[in-house]
């Protein structure tokens, strides 16, 4: 089996910075895309920032300039940086990855289970 495990979330006031990671575990032989979703109460899940496995990045307009994603692929994880927080990043953000499990024949996506983001202002 495979699992995303986030961390570091929590509640910080409007302009401070947070640092969420998500480690993959199991038995996993490649992971290609990694990316960072979150949901905000009473609107769709949406797409934060993803990261390729040779580094290349995208983001979503209204983070660029904030949010920095990066992955360590020794260790499975990726991690997002966010700093001048706003109270409208208040969300659940989700970790998202593509993996090539041990005996599979393909890339399968999978999800973290979320950590809570809370900027007070």
């Known amino acids: 089996q495979v699992q995303l495990v986030e961390s570091g979330g929590g509640l910080v006031q409007a302009g401070g910075s947070l640092r969420l990671s998500c480690v993959a575990s199991?038995?996993?032989?490649?992971?290609?895309?990694m990316a960072w979703y979150r949901q905000a109460p009473g609107k769709q899940r949406e797409l934060v920032a993803s990261i390729t496995a040779r580094g290349n990045t995208n983001y979503v307009d209204s983070v660029k300039g904030r949010f920095t994603i990066s992955r360590d692929n020794a260790k499975s994880t990726v991690y997002l940086q966010m700093t001048s927080l706003k109270p409208e990043d208040t969300a659940v953000y989700y970790c998202?990855?593509?993996?090539?499990?041990?005996?599979?024949?393909?890339?399968?996506?999978?999800w973290g289970q979320g950590t809570q983001v809370t900027v007070s202002s």
């Open positions: 998202n990855a593509d993996i090539y499990r041990t005996y599979s024949s393909a890339y399968y996506n999978y």
């Open positions: 199991g038995s996993i032989v490649s992971i290609q895309n």
